[in-house]
Each structure stands twice: as C-alpha cells, then as structure tokens.
C-alpha cells in the first residue's frame, strides 16, 4: 500500500502507540484525584501540554484539550460571540474547513451574520478586503493557517494587522501547519489558534484550543477540568500521544525540503507523463506536502478508482454526497469551474512518503488515464 492522503489523517508514530499503551496500563487513573495514582496520570498530562505548547510556540497554560480541531473551533466562534457587547458577525476566508463552516451554518441560524473573506485565483485570501468587512464590527475573523485541500499558506500575519488595527481578534486554523511549517502563537498574536494530533502523527479523538493568557472566554463545555475551560476528564492516553507526536514534529522540520522535493518531483512527472494535468495553488506559497490536482475534467473518482485498484491511498479534493461527487467548495471560491473543480484529487506526502512510491504513483496513473484522456481530448 502507498498512502498519499496524510492530510486527511496520518499513521501513528510507534512512539506515540508506545506510550499511549503504557498511559492506558500504567497511567490510567483520574488526573483530578488527589491520590498518587492520580498526581501520576496529572504528571503524563501536564509533561504532554509542555511538548504542544512548544510545538506551537504557546503557554503550556494556554492550552486546552479538547476531542478535536472541529471542537476546539466551534469553542472559538463560541467565547467570541459570548463576549459582553461582540457584535453578532463573523468573517471567515471562503476556504475554511468544512467542519467550521457547518459550525457557522448553525450560528446563523441563530441569527450570527456570517461574512466571508474571498480569495485570489491561488487559493490566497485578499486581504485588502477586509477592512471594509470589518466596518460594522465582527465578534471573529477566522483564517485558516493553511490550507487542508491545496496547502496554500495564507498570509495570516497581515489578516492579523488588520484585524488589529479595527480592534477585532482572530481565531487561526493550524490543523494542516502544525507539524509542517512553524507555529508561533505568541508571535502572532491571534486570540486563539486550533491544532489536531491526528495530522501530525498522533492519535485521532484529542485537538488543542490556544487560548491567549487573559482573554475573555465562556466555555461552550462547563466544568472544573482545564482550568475550568472545557468539562470532562481528561483522555489521558490521547493528550500523551499528542506529547509525543509534538515532540517529534519540532525534530521534523529538516524533512520538509526533501517532502516539497518528493511533492515537485511528483507534479513535474505527471505533468510530463500525461496532458492537461493542473495544479491547484501553484502560484502561491505551499504546504510542502501537498499537491491538488486535475487530470484534465476526468471526475476525481475515476482517478481514485485506479489508484485504489493498485493499491495507492489519495482522497478526493471535494466531498461526495449522495453517491455523487460534488465540486470542491475551496475551488470553487479560488474561480475553478465546476468541471474542474468535481475533477481535483488531492496527493498528501509525508516523511515516511519515498522516492520509489511517488515513480509508481505516476507510472501508475500515466498507465490508467493515458488512454482515458485520449478519449476525452478527441471526443
């Protein structure tokens, strides 16, 4: 098996496996017990928040753990809207995760005007438009660190400036960074960030919420855990594993030149190999591990049909509902045209990816669409 769609989730480290078993087995008592079982699994816990607290560049008191990044971002539009006096508006870049989208779905039902901050043919939010979004006031601006479908890497310190300057905070979305690029929370200075342990080979049912050290914040969870920030015991073994995994992604980071090398080497071999290929978000800065590309219109499930038949793991760039494939809503608000937008597949590399898979990937793919673009380019 070739896994290419490490931004969907990513294989667990066999440390990280390691010492969640040894968690489970050795650690496995309340964090809040006041015994020494207890300060035990407190300990595991409190170790763990220091190593993604690095990884971010925040306060290891500033963290929250959580069950997800979706959760740790429906926490965010949550604080900020229950500020005393936050207007009910907030402006989200139109290529957000689809998991805080729904979340904004619901709060404009509940009467939260959402505004959307649009995008250049790259995938790039305009930032020259938010001022004049930002004129009656928002509750939030949320922009994602980078992209989760093309990897483009959005210019969040100029969001943050003018955010800043019209006296409004904002909430990043580093799913997709952390763990590829440097995370500095305290440079930045957004009032909240969102990370995930599961795309930085962690485990999945544990995320992160960063919450700047005195910023207001109403919990969407009451409760006494998290410095009463969010209910619930704590998954000890899960917040061990992101301990672990964020330990070993501030190591990892030497590998990113060889990663973009593997992923150019990639876009160039199938570009020579086949025509009409396209790639998403080219003309802007990258994720060095993705690439999102069309084989000239053929739908993305036919190319992740011959891929799966050979063993190779990709996802589409869109979402299928209803058995049908629907056209990217991220490439659609980047201009795409729907055609084009229903064909794009996207290739997520990681350190474990290698020279020799990504050549089978495109002997793999030059074999299957050759013909198939034939066709399409006569018809």
């Not at 914040?217 to 301990?243: A, C, D």
Request: net charge neutral; glycine share 10%.
């Amino acid at each position: 098996m070739i896994y290419l769609d490490n931004n969907a989730t990513t294989r667990p480290l066999p440390e990280v496996v390691a010492a969640m078993h040894e968690a489970l087995t050795q650690s496995w008592a309340n964090p809040s017990s006041k015994h020494v079982a207890g300060e035990q699994a407190r300990g595991k816990v409190t170790e763990a928040r220091a190593a993604v607290a690095r990884l971010l560049g925040a306060q290891p008191a500033e963290l929250v753990f959580t069950a997800s990044a979706t959760e740790a971002n429906a926490m965010a539009l949550h604080a900020a809207l229950a500020v005393p006096g936050a207007p009910r508006r907030v402006v989200l870049s139109a290529v957000e995760h689809s998991g805080l989208v729904h979340v904004a779905t619901v709060l404009a039902g509940q009467g939260v005007e959402i505004l959307r901050l649009p995008v250049d043919a790259h995938g790039v939010v305009r930032c020259e438009t938010l001022p004049a979004l930002l004129e009656g006031g928002a509750a939030l601006v949320s922009v994602m660190a980078a992209n989760n479908e093309t990897g483009v890497i959005q210019p969040v310190a100029e969001v943050l400036r003018l955010a800043s300057a019209a006296g409004v905070p904002v909430h990043v979305d580093a799913t997709q960074a952390a763990g590829r690029v440097p995370v500095d929370f305290a440079g930045l200075g957004a009032r909240f960030l969102t990370a995930s342990a599961h795309k930085l080979h962690g485990p999945k049912g544990v995320g992160v919420l960063v919450v700047k050290k005195g910023a207001p914040f109403e919990s969407l969870l009451p409760g006494y855990q998290e410095r009463k920030r969010r209910g619930g015991t704590e998954n000890v073994p899960g917040i061990v594993g992101f301990g672990v995994a964020a330990r070993h992604a501030e190591t990892a980071f030497a590998e990113a030149s060889r990663i973009a090398a593997l992923r150019d080497a990639l876009e160039a071999g199938l570009g020579e190999a086949l025509p009409g290929v396209r790639v998403f978000g080219a003309g802007a800065p990258r994720l060095p591990n993705t690439a999102c590309m069309a084989f000239g219109l053929l739908d993305a499930d036919v190319v992740l049909q011959r891929l799966a038949r050979a063993g190779i793991c990709v996802s589409s760039g869109s979402a299928c509902s209803s058995g049908g494939t629907e056209p990217s809503p991220v490439l659609l608000a980047m201009g795409t045209e729907v055609a084009a937008a229903r064909a794009a597949v996207r290739f997520s590399l990681s350190a474990e990816t290698t020279p020799a898979e990504i050549a089978c990937v495109i002997e793999t793919l030059q074999a299957a669409l050759t013909p198939l673009l034939a066709e399409a380019f006569t018809a």
